[in-house]
């Protein structure tokens, strides 16, 4: 079985996929810091927990966007599952699609091949609410255009907070309506709300731009909390990242 490990700024997620399956998926909050010993203290137990055997993993994958995470990952792998794992941006791995221009990171490599497999001969935004809220465009030929990059929701709660003497930290959720009567009610609409706006405004934009239809995707941890609240996202994938990834590391053992 494959270990496929999705390495972002807030979250390391990982996931045991057995054929096209995915039998097991674990979030972990990110840390540099953390030794493989560390690692393998948590996962080995969820794994267990699952009722999968360690001894079954028999390759590795992982996406990162964090370099400074990947050498405890790697000896992870090394020790405790006894395989070398593959990270994107190695010689030998390859994603398969065209990237127009530069500056993609691994997620939004994972992101392109895993909406192109999903929407073959579709173009694709994928709005992707992570550390930071990313649009990520894909043409129907699979290839990455590019997108944009926005701050991230609870980056922001978390400057707002900052920022100000009086103001709580918040948990993102819907209002009940969009005229606050308390700070915390102001706090939620503001933030939901706004973020509403945001997207619908990026992804019109990059809609008329593009100049075909498109299919718009949400994915990360908070896009459940804004499913059927933004008019423009058609549907919620939460795997298409690891997706991508699963698929990277076929195509790569297949070279």
Request: some cysteine; glycine content about 10%.
């Amino acid at each position: 079985m494959l270990l496929a490990i999705n390495v972002n700024n807030t979250n390391i997620k990982f996931g045991v996929v057995d054929g096209d399956r995915i039998v097991g998926e674990w979030r972990q909050h990110t840390s540099a810091m953390r030794t493989a010993d560390e690692h393998a203290v948590w996962l080995l137990q969820l794994m267990q927990m699952e009722g999968i055997d360690p001894k079954s993993i028999t390759d590795a994958i992982v996406g990162s966007v964090v370099p400074n995470a990947n050498f405890n990952l790697r000896r992870l792998c090394s020790r405790y599952f006894n395989c070398e794992a593959m990270f994107l941006g190695d010689p030998n791995v390859v994603h398969g699609i065209k990237i127009k221009g530069v500056g993609a990171g691994a997620d939004r490599i994972c992101n392109t091949v895993g909406s192109s497999m999903l929407f073959p001969n579709t173009p694709v935004v994928v709005v992707d609410f992570g550390t930071a809220t990313n649009f990520d465009v894909v043409d129907e030929e699979g290839s990455y255009c590019g997108g944009a990059i926005a701050p991230g929701i609870n980056l922001s709660i978390e400057a707002l907070v900052n920022a100000t003497a009086l103001l709580p930290r918040i948990v993102v959720e819907k209002p009940a309506q969009v005229i606050g009567t308390t700070t915390v009610a102001c706090m939620h609409t503001g933030v939901f709300w706004g973020y509403v706006g945001l997207i619908e405004g990026i992804v019109s934009r990059i809609k008329a731009e593009f100049g075909k239809p498109m299919k718009v995707v949400s994915t990360g941890g908070l896009a459940p909390v804004f499913e059927g609240s933004v008019s423009v996202i058609d549907q919620t994938v939460p795997d298409i990242t690891v997706r991508g990834l699963i698929e990277i590391y076929k195509r790569s053992k297949k070279a």
